[in-house]
Nanobody
Framework: EVQLVESGGGLVQAGGSLTLSCAAS????????MGWFRQAPGKEREEVSL????????YYADSVMGRFTISSDTAKKTVYLQMNSLNPEDTAVYYC????????????????????WGQGTQVTVSS
């Protein structure tokens, strides 16, 4: 059984930083992409950032480009999301996601629907 365990959410003031981490277990040695989606109250879930184990390519939503950095430890099947210059619009539940396959985010990638989800971790940014 694949499990995604998230940590690192919390409350931070605007302009501050947080780091999220997500560790996958029960996943066989195969190519995948891992990363983060988020859902704010009253809004649809949106992609935030993902990274491919196949070629190391990354995806960032325009709203977080230049502020968030995703990294991974493929040996541990763990991804990290360093979030800087946080603002109240970043307040949301952040969900870790894993997509099975030889995923690449080079060029203009299609949307890949995750195969597995974490439970979610709350990030709240106060003004």
């Amino acid at each position: 059984e694949v499990q995604l365990v998230e940590s690192g959410g919390g409350l931070v003031q605007a302009g501050g930083s947080l780091t999220l981490s997500c560790a996958a277990s029960g996943f066989p040695n195969a190519d995948y992409a891992m990363g983060w989606f988020r859902q704010a109250p009253g809004k649809e879930r949106e992609e935030v950032s993902l990274i491919s184990s196949y070629d190391g390519s990354t995806y960032y939503a325009d709203s977080v480009m230049g502020r968030f950095t995703i990294s991974s430890d493929t040996a541990k099947k763990t991804v990290y999301l360093q979030m800087n210059s946080l603002n109240p619009e970043d307040t949301a539940v952040y969900y870790c996601a894993l997509i099975v396959g030889m995923i690449t985010y080079t060029g203009i990638p299609p949307h890949y629907e995750p195969d597995f989800w974490g439970q979610g971790t709350q990030v709240t940014v106060s003004s």
